[in-house]
């Protein structure tokens, strides 16, 4: 949220509060700026609280859209503590419609921006705050409360292409619907003309908002680790073949004598000893035959 002097305002879709993009204060003009993402076909509202404990005087706000002036809402004077239940909820005005008349309104939309290329529109319209939602806050007292009779919605109509300035989005006001009486507070300002703060959301686009770099771009994506290979040593294991140990040294030492007594005796009689076989030597294999093995 944007806050200055004791006075937070901010943006809210569906229930949740729009986050603020490249934040920037002008204390002389008493003036905080940021930068909003809008989605066009969704309501909106916008919200400003007061701050500050035991205010003595009430604060009005003024609202405008797009350059249009909105009836603002009022924050009478403080009534409870700060260490009330109550306090955040009765120091909070929540304004998501325009009210056309005592018992009706229609909501805030963010809506998609009509152009036309018709010179007439673009000498006729007035496009300064095109893409802004602007709050002022001023220190005043209540003279009188009546039945709020409501206004038209303004209308834009449609921007001619060339005072769009890269705005893709507008305010818009959905079907009327019914609510319970309205009424308004006529009041007069204290101190002077001069807002007690103003705070400014200049909505746009947030594939627009990041495209200008007012909105981060996400890390690129990281590259996967390479899977790393466990390697086995072959060198070990019970595939290897097992030493001798112990009594079957003994063993083995005791074969080996008798193989090799054996073979001294067949030297020592050649008629013992078993003719060469004679090996049949087959025609070349050629590739492509199959050999039976059965």
């Given at each position: 949220?944007?806050?200055?002097?004791?006075?937070?305002?901010?943006?809210?879709?569906?229930?949740?509060?729009?986050?603020?993009?490249?934040?920037?204060?002008?204390?002389?003009?008493?003036?905080?700026t940021c930068w909003i993402p809008s989605q066009a076909n969704k309501k909106f509202s916008v919200v400003f609280r007061d701050n500050v404990a035991y205010r003595e005087h009430s604060l009005s706000s003024n609202l405008e859209l797009d350059g249009s002036s909105?009836?603002?809402?009022?924050?009478?004077?403080?009534?409870?503590?700060?260490?009330?239940?109550?306090?955040?909820?009765?120091?909070?005005?929540?304004?998501?419609?325009?009210?056309?008349?005592?018992?009706?309104?229609?909501?805030?939309v963010f809506s998609k921006l009509e152009l036309t290329e018709d010179e007439n529109e673009y000498l006729n319209q007035s496009s300064a705050h095109l893409g802004e939602i602007q709050i002022k806050i001023y220190k005043v007292q209540v003279v009188e409360k009546r039945l709020c009779l409501g206004s038209t919605v303004p209308c834009h109509g449609k921007v001619h292409e060339r005072s769009k300035k890269a705005v893709t989005h507008c305010v818009s006001y959905g079907q009327e619907v019914e609510i319970p009486t309205a009424y308004s507070c006529i009041t007069?300002?204290?101190?002077?003309?001069?807002?007690?703060?103003?705070?400014?959301?200049?909505?746009?686009?947030?594939?627009?908002?990041?495209?200008?770099?007012?909105?981060?771009?996400?890390?690129?994506?990281?590259?996967?680790?390479?899977?790393?290979?466990?390697?086995?040593?072959?060198?070990?294991?019970?595939?290897?073949?097992?030493?001798?140990?112990?009594?079957?040294?003994?063993?083995?030492?005791?074969?080996?004598?008798?193989?090799?007594?054996?073979?001294?005796?067949?030297?020592?009689?050649?008629?013992?000893?078993?003719?060469?076989?004679?090996?049949?030597?087959?025609?070349?294999?050629?590739?492509?035959e199959v050999i039976d093995l059965t």
């Open positions: 949220m944007l806050s200055l002097h004791g006075v937070s305002a901010w943006v809210e879709v569906d229930g949740k509060e729009l986050e603020q993009y490249g934040v920037a204060e002008d204390l002389d003009q008493n003036q905080v909105i009836s603002g809402r009022v924050i009478l004077p403080l009534t409870t503590t700060r260490n009330t239940p109550n306090f955040a909820r009765d120091r909070k005005v929540v304004q998501s419609e325009h009210i056309v008349s005592t018992t009706s309104s229609r909501p805030f007069r300002l204290l101190d002077s003309s001069f807002p007690l703060a103003t705070f400014v959301f200049k909505y746009r686009d947030f594939g627009l908002l990041q495209a200008n770099g007012i909105i981060p771009k996400p890390p690129p994506a990281k590259k996967k680790a390479a899977v790393s290979v466990d390697v086995l040593d072959l060198t070990t294991g019970d595939d290897m073949e097992r030493q001798p140990i112990g009594d079957e040294i003994e063993i083995v030492e005791d074969t080996t004598e008798k193989r090799t007594a054996s073979l001294l005796s067949k030297r020592s009689n050649p008629s013992e000893v078993q003719p060469t076989k004679r090996i049949k030597r087959e025609e070349n294999f050629v590739r492509g």
